[in-house]
C-alpha cells in the first residue's frame, strides 16, 4: 500500500496501480479516451492529465503508477484547463455531425465536450476529411470522427487476436484502418462498436434505426452459443433494434459474438404469428383451439409409447419442464434434448459441464482441446483462452481439424489416436500436462456427438485421471457445449427415461412407423426429412426446417420474447427477460403446452410461473442458484468401448447461421457471403 | 502503397547484411530489426518499397502485415512509390529557408526540368522536400541519395546536379571553401585567443 493525496485528501492504494485507478478508488472520475481496463495502456487522447506536485508538466493519470507521498490534484482550474485544451485539440478535425451520427446521444466525446468543452470554436480552418474504411457488413465506418484513441486497434490485436488494425501514416495524416482494403475476419468485431468512444465505428445493420434515447432496454441473457452471455436487449415498439452486452466478469466479461449482437434482425423475419394445420398435404392458418383439438383427436388414438419428443437447442427450461411433464402423462419415456446425438449422461452432472467455469480459465497452467473449435463454438469463449495464452506460461494442444484459433496451439492430431498417445504418455504434450500444475482439458462437440462419442467421452476422462486434471481444489474436466438449451436440457433429465428412444431412435422409430407422433420443441437441426408418416407437431418461433414438415405448427416465443430460464456451459441458471411480446398470436412456450395439456386430459398442475419453477427445482435443485454456477460432484462416467479413429470433423461449417434466428437473418446471410464465400460485399442494398 | 507485381525477396549481398542485422536483437524480438531491414529491402528495390518487399519483411520478421504497413507509412525515408536513380532532398525547413533555401528549390526545378515532387521523365533524379536533416549550420543544404551537401548556393546546386547527370560523382558536404562546418568568416576562437595573447607578450595563464 502507498499513501497518496488525492483532492487534499489522503488515501491508501494499492502499490502498482495508476493514477487514474486510484482516483476511481477513491470516486473520482477521470475523463478519458483510449483507456479502456482491458486493453493495453496506450496514453495517447491525453484526456486524462492531472496536475502531480513537483511535476513540472500535467501527467496522463492512466500511464502514471502511484508512488508514495504523490500528490494528485484533479479539481484545480490548472486541470480545467488542460482538460479544455485538450478537448479543443481533439474537436479541431471532428467533425459537427452529432445530429446525423449513430453515437449521438451515447457518445464519450460528445459528453465529456459537455463537461470540458468550449461552447464555441476558435478555428477557421477547413476540417481534415478521411475516406471511410471498408471493415466488412458489420461496421459501418466514418472515419472523419476518428480520434485516434487505437482502441479498436488494440482489441483487433489484443483480444480477438486478428492483427489487422493499425495506424498507418503520421501526424495529420494519421488513420486506423487494415491499410489493404479487406473486412475484419473476427467473430467479435462487434464490439469495436462499443469499444469506439466516437462515432467511427457504428453498428451497420443498425445505422439510422433509432436513437438511443428512444429504446426500451431490457436486461436478458443470449441463447446464440451456449455461453449465456450477458446481453441488454434494445427494442423500440415491438421491435428488437440491437443487443449490446452486459458486464459479467463470470460468464462474457464485457464482450459479445458477433453472431449475438448482429442476428437479431433474424427476429423479425419468417416469424410463425399464428397456428397452423396441415389440411389435404397443406399447412392453413388455424386457431389455437382447432390446433390443440387436431393434435388432441390425434393422440387420444395412440399408446404412450408411440409419441416422441425432441426438444431444440433454443428451448427454455421451462417449456422443456412441461412437455417432459406433458409426455409422462401421456405415457411416453421417448423425449431428448440432444438433437446433435452427443453421447451425454444426464445423471453426472460433471460429465456434461464445463467444470472449471470460464473464470477458471484464467487459472489454467496448461490446455488440452478434444474436437472443439472454440473460436466458432463459443467466440467469447475463445477470447478467454487467448487472454490466458498471452499471459504466458500456457501452453495449449489440439486435438481436431486444423484450425486457426487466434492463438498458437500444438496440434497433436485430428482424431482419437492423438488422445490415446496422450494416455500412453507420449507425444510432445504428455510432459506438459504432467508438469502442469492446474491441466485443464476441454472436450467439444465435435468429439462427444459422434456414434463413439461415449467412449470418446471415457478416454477423455483416463486422461484426465492420468494427468490428476482434478484435484480437491480443481476440476480441469471440461465439456464444451454448443447449444444453449442443452445443460438445462440434461439438468431437468430431458433425456430418454427407461426404454425410452433417443433422438436416432425417434427417427428410425418414425420411418418404420412405431413411432406415430413427434413433439418437436423447436428442433430444426434434425434431418426433418426422416419422420417417414409420423404426425408432427412443432412448436417455435421461425419457419425453419421443423416447421416446413410440421402437420401442426405451435407459434412460440424467441429468448427476447419471454422470461424463460437456461443454463449457460458452466451449469450456470440464468433468466431472459421479456423485451418485446411475441408477434400475433405467439405465447410463452410452456404456457402453449399446459394449455395443449387441458386438451389431451392431461392438465398440469401449474398456472404460473412461480408454480412452474418450484417444479422445475424439484426435478433439479439447482434451479434455485440462479446467477451461480454450483461445482458438481466429479464421478464416473463415459462407456469404454471401441473408438473409429477418423478425425474429430467440424459441425458447423458456418458460424453465422447455426439455428433458427440466425438463418433468418439478413445480417448472418451477408456476413456468409462475404467471409464464406469471399464474395463482392458491395450489393446495390448497401452502396 | 503499390504493388509492383514482382516477386520480392533478399539476393545474396542484402541476405548477409539481413542475417547480420537480426542477430543483433535477442531472440524472439527479431521485429526489431523491421527498420534496417524495411531499408535493406528499398535499397534493393531501386529506392522504394512495394507491396511485396513489404509484405516479405513481415514474413520474415514474422510480424502481421499491418504492423509493418504501420511503420513504413510512418517515416517519410520509406518511398512507397517508385522513384528515380538520384533522390534529391532539399531542406526547406526554417534555418535552410532563411538561408536561402527557395532558391535551391528553383535551381534544382531548373536544372532537373520537373516541379518539386516529380520524377524526370528518363526516370533519374526524383525531386523532394525534406524536413530538416540536421546540418543548419551549413544552410541550406540538400541531401542526395546517402550524401549531404552543404553551403549551397544556385551555382553549385546546378553544378552537383549537372555532374550527376554525367555520371560523376560531386564532392560532397560543403560546396563553400570552409572545411566541414567551421565557421564561415574564417576560424576565430581559440585563434583570436592566441592572437590576444600574443599581443599583450605575457605567454602566461589567461
Known amino acids: ?687 | 502503397m503499390r504493388e509492383s507485381g514482382k516477386e520480392f525477396s533478399f539476393n545474396e549481398d542484402t541476405e548477409a547484411m539481413v542475417q547480420s542485422t537480426i542477430a543483433k536483437y535477442p531472440k524472439g524480438w527479431e521485429a526489431s530489426a523491421v527498420m534496417p531491414l524495411l531499408d535493406l529491402a528499398q535499397r534493393q528495390n531501386h529506392g522504394w518499397l512495394s507491396k511485396e518487399a513489404i509484405d516479405y519483411v513481415s514474413q520474415r520478421l514474422n510480424m502481421p502485415p499491418i504492423r509493418v504497413y504501420e511503420v513504413a507509412t510512418f517515416y517519410t525515408m520509406y518511398n512507397l512509390e517508385p522513384i528515380g536513380k538520384h533522390h534529391v532532398e532539399v531542406c526547406t525547413n526554417l534555418p535552410c529557408w532563411l538561408r536561402g533555401s527557395d532558391d535551391i528549390v528553383a535551381a534544382c526545378e531548373k536544372a532537373l526540368n520537373i516541379t518539386m515532387g516529380e520524377t524526370t521523365e528518363d526516370k533519374t533524379f526524383t525531386l523532394s522536400h525534406a524536413e530538416c536533416l540536421g546540418a543548419c549550420v551549413n544552410a541550406p543544404m540538400m541531401q542526395i541519395d546517402d550524401e549531404y551537401y552543404e553551403d549551397l548556393d544556385t551555382a553549385s546546386t546546378i553544378s552537383i546536379i549537372d555532374a550527376l547527370k554525367a555520371g560523376k560523382t560531386p564532392k560532397n558536404g560543403s560546396q563553400s571553401a570552409r572545411f566541414s562546418c567551421e565557421p564561415a568568416t574564417g576560424l576565430t576562437s581559440l585563434k583570436h585567443q592566441e592572437a590576444l595573447l600574443k599581443s599583450e607578450g605575457n605567454g602566461g595563464s589567461l
Open chain 1, 1 to 687: 500500500m502507498v499513501n497518496i493525496t488525492i483532492d487534499k485528501e489522503k488515501h491508501d492504494v494499492e502499490a502498482g496501480i495508476t493514477v487514474m485507478q486510484a482516483c476511481e478508488h477513491v470516486g473520482i472520475e477521470i475523463p478519458r479516451f483510449c483507456y479502456h481496463e482491458r486493453l493495453s495502456i496506450a496514453g495517447n487522447c491525453r484526456m486524462c492529465l492531472v496536475d502531480i506536485e513537483r511535476s513540472p508538466k500535467p501527467v496522463a493519470s492512466c500511464a502514471m503508477p502511484v508512488a508514495e507521498g504523490m500528490v494528485i490534484n484533479t479539481n484545480t482550474p490548472d486541470v480545467h484547463k488542460m482538460r479544455k485544451g485538450v478537448m479543443e485539440f481533439l474537436l479541431i478535425n471532428h467533425p459537427l455531425d452529432c445530429p446525423i451520427c449513430d453515437q449521438g446521444g451515447e457518445c464519450d466525446l460528445q459528453d465529456q465536450a459537455m463537461g470540458f468543452g468550449w461552447d464555441r470554436s476558435r478555428y477557421h480552418e477547413n476540417k481534415r476529411a478521411v475516406k471511410d474504411k471498408d471493415f466488412g457488413p458489420l461496421i459501418k465506418t466514418t472515419m472523419t470522427r476518428c480520434i485516434h484513441c487505437t482502441r479498436c486497434v488494440r482489441f483487433a490485436t489484443e483480444i480477438a487476436g486478428v492483427p489487422e488494425l493499425g495506424a498507418t501514416g503520421r501526424g495529420e495524416n494519421t488513420e486506423i484502418g487494415t491499410y489493404i482494403e479487406k473486412a475484419i475476419s473476427s467473430e467479435l468485431s462487434g464490439n469495436m462498436i462499443d469499444l469506439c468512444p466516437v462515432g467511427a465505428l457504428t453498428n451497420a445493420p443498425y445505422a439510422f434505426h433509432a436513437r438511443s434515447w428512444e429504446l426500451k432496454k431490457t436486461e436478458s441473457i443470449d441463447v446464440m452459443d451456449a455461453l449465456g452471455s450477458n446481453i441488454r436487449v434494445d427494442a423500440r415498439g415491438p421491435e428488437v433494434m440491437r443487443i449490446l452486452p452486459r458486464l459479467n466478469d463470470e460468464v462474457n466479461e464485457e464482450w459479445i459474438s458477433d453472431k449475438t449482437r448482429f442476428a437479431c434482425d433474424g427476429l423479425r423475419r419468417q416469424r410463425l404469428d399464428r397456428p397452423y394445420v396441415r389440411k389435404n398435404g397443406k399447412l392453413k392458418e388455424a386457431s389455437w383451439d382447432s390446433a390443440f383439438t387436431t393434435i388432441a383427436h390425434f393422440a387420444q388414438e395412440l399408446k404412450g409409447d408411440q409419441i416422441g419428443a425432441i426438444a431444440g437447442d433454443l428451448a427454455d427450461c421451462e417449456s422443456m419442464t412441461a412437455l417432459k411433464d406433458l409426455m409422462t402423462a401421456m405415457g411416453t419415456n421417448n423425449i431428448d434434448c440432444r438433437q446433435d446425438g452427443a453421447k451425454l449422461d444426464s445423471g453426472i452432472r460433471a460429465s456434461y459441464l464445463f467444470n472449471s467455469t470460464t473464470p477458471g480459465i484464467d487459472r489454467a497452467s496448461a490446455m488440452l482441446l478434444i474436437g472443439a473449435n472454440t473460436r466458432f463454438d463459443v467466440p467469447v469463449l475463445n477470447a478467454r483462452i487467448r487472454k490466458r495464452w498471452t499471459r504466458g506460461s500456457c501452453e495449449i494442444g489440439y486435438i481436431g481439424q486444423q484450425a486457426d484459433l487466434t492463438y498458437p496451439v500444438t496440434h497433436l492430431g485430428d482424431g482419437p489416436a492423438a488422445l490415446k498417445t496422450l494416455l500412453n504418455g507420449r507425444g510432445p504434450f504428455a510432459k506438459v500436462m504432467r508438469t502442469a500444475e492446474r491441466p485443464m482439458i476441454i472436450i467439444g462437440s465435435d468429439a462427444i456427438t459422434r456414434p463413439d462419442g461415449a467412449a470418446v467421452l471415457a478416454l477423455a476422462r483416463q486422461v484426465a485421471v492420468k494427468y490428476e486434471v482434478v484435484t480437491s481444489d480443481w476440476n480441469g474436466f471440461n465439456v464444451l457445449q454448443r447449444a444453449a438449451s442443452r445443460v438445462g436440457g440434461l439438468d431437468l433429465g430431458f433425456v430418454p427415461g427407461r426404454g425410452g428412444l433417443d433422438v436416432a431412435g425417434i427417427l428410425s422409430g418414425a420411418v418404420d412407423g412405431s413411432i406415430k407422433m413427434v413433439y418437436l420443441l423447436g428442433a430444426d437441426e434434425v434431418d426433418t426429412t426422416k419422420f417417414g408418416n409420423a404426425f408432427i407437431i412443432y412448436q417455435g418461433h421461425h419457419g425453419d426446417a421443423g416447421a416446413q414438415r410440421a402437420d401442426v405448427i405451435l407459434p412460440g416465443a424467441a429468448y427476447t420474447e419471454k422470461n424463460a430460464t437456461y443454463v449457460n456451459i458452466d451449469g450456470r441458471v440464468q433468466l431472459t427477460r421479456l423485451a418485446v411480446y411475441p408477434p400475433g398470436d405467439a405465447r410463452e412456450d410452456w404456457t402453449i403446452i399446459r394449455a395443449l395439456s387441458e386438451f389431451t386430459k392431461h392438465t398440469l398442475p401449474y398456472d404460473n410461473l412461480r408454480q412452474l419453477r418450484a417444479r422445475m427445482v424439484q426435478l433439479n435443485s439447482n434451479f434455485l442458484n440462479v446467477d451461480q454456477a454450483v461445482p458438481a460432484l466429479w464421478q464416473d462416467f463415459g462407456t469404454e468401448g471401441h473408438i473409429k479413429d477418423t478425425p474429430f470433423e467440424s459441425k458447423i461449417n458456418n458460424y453465422y447461421m447455426t439455428d433458427p434466428i440466425s438463418r433468418a437473418s439478413e445480417t448472418m446471410a451477408h456476413c456468409t457471403e462475404v467471409f464464406l464465400r469471399g464474395e463482392d460485399r458491395k450489393t446495390p442494398a448497401n452502396g
